[in-house]
């Protein structure tokens, strides 16, 4: 890459507010709130435990549509008429997130969390973690794509089209894959709860901000809603996260400070899925001869996760103290480093790819 080039890339600061740059400070942070909260105030988590229908924790799923929510509200979908914009960057970002992630990450969870770990994990905590893995991997990257997109000077309009296709995918996708995925894991998950999880955590919010984008930008106009109304309820989402893994890290503190070395053990798994996601995706670009613009957001929706849906997802099937909530957690600790160097790596190879198509917005 050129100086003129280096030049013209968004910095990180730029790119990134002071939460998404900070993530792995915040999750840590939250996880030190939590075990302090679990260990010497004990009756506020036992007092929460106590607000559940039909097993759904109440406070949590309130704290859940409340990061869920504003990401789903600023996401236009009749930006997948577009779809046929940029067709080798879509073909490549549904097969990679759809028919190939969800699989590896199976696949290299089970064989570090079951096999090369099981010495250091008990088998029925290693098949806990495994299925906070196997949510990771069957939530590709809904909100911080754009983030990642700004960094790598993606082609705006491309982006939102792929993120637009990628939550229309879920609503089918996702709970097929994982109770497939957690069945050959022997994790029997019965498909009432994973149908409940959908409806609660993709398909209310997404049919709210759906409703709510559309109603408010006819009243009010798209300017009005995007730089009024959508810097209003953006922090919504940042505070709902830290918020609830304060709680899930409440009810998780003895198992993090009887065995702190489980955090690192299942971080390694997810961070070999991540690059190898990402070159699969970014190498299938180079060989089709993708634009930068496209093959950079294009690799880094994959690579990256939609954590709140992951981690709302292991909550409710597997409870706050489950190691499979823990895993998911352990996933938004390490997706900001990872995602972060990523983007260096897309940003010092643009030259091989082709020139940038002009972005259309």
């Known amino acids: 890459m050129t100086a003129h080039q280096e030049s013209q890339s968004p910095s990180t600061s730029e790119g990134m507010g002071l939460f998404e740059r900070f993530l792995s400070v915040w999750v840590a942070l939250a996880i030190v709130a939590g075990v302090l909260l679990g260990q010497f105030a004990p009756a506020v988590p036992e007092t929460l435990s106590r607000f559940e229908y039909a097993q759904v924790s109440i406070p949590v799923a309130i704290l859940i549509w409340a990061m869920i929510f504003p990401m789903m509200a600023q996401i236009d979908f009749s930006a997948v008429l577009g779809v046929r914009r940029q067709p080798k960057g879509l073909i490549i970002t549904t097969t990679v997130n759809w028919l190939i992630k969800p699989f590896t990450m199976f696949a290299i969870a089970w064989f570090f969390l079951m096999v090369v770990f099981a010495p250091l994990i008990p088998e029925p905590l290693a098949s806990q973690y495994l299925a906070g893995a196997i949510l990771l991997g069957a939530a590709p990257c809904t909100a911080m794509v754009f983030v990642w997109s700004t960094l790598t000077r993606g082609d705006a309009a491309y982006t939102l089209v792929q993120v637009a296709l990628n939550d229309l995918i879920m609503l089918f996708a996702f709970a097929p894959i994982v109770v497939f995925l957690l069945g050959v894991s022997n994790i029997p998950i019965p498909w009432d709860t994973v149908a409940l999880s959908v409806v609660l955590y993709i398909v209310i919010p997404l049919t709210a901000g759906y409703l709510t984008r559309r109603i408010l930008i006819a009243r009010r106009g798209s300017e009005w809603y995007d730089n009024v109304f959508m810097k209003k309820v953006g922090p919504i989402t940042p505070i709902g996260l830290i918020i609830t893994l304060v709680l899930l890290f409440a009810f998780q503190g003895e198992v993090i400070l009887e065995a702190p070395l489980h955090i690192v053990l299942i971080a390694i798994p997810l961070i070999i899925q991540t690059f190898l996601i990402f070159f699969i995706a970014y190498g299938w670009a180079k060989a089709w001869k993708v634009p930068h613009n496209v093959a950079a957001p294009g690799a880094m929706i994959g690579a990256s996760n939609f954590f ?34 990523l983007v260096r790596i897309a940003n010092s190879t643009r030259h091989h790819f082709p020139a940038a198509t002009p972005a259309k917005g």
Not at 319 to 340: C, D, F, K, N, R
């Open 308 to 341: 709140e849906l992951a981690v709302a997802a292991a909550i409710a099937l597997f409870g706050l103290q489950s190691g499979a909530a823990l895993a998911t957690v352990v996933g938004v600790l390490v997706e900001v480093p990872l995602m972060l160097a």
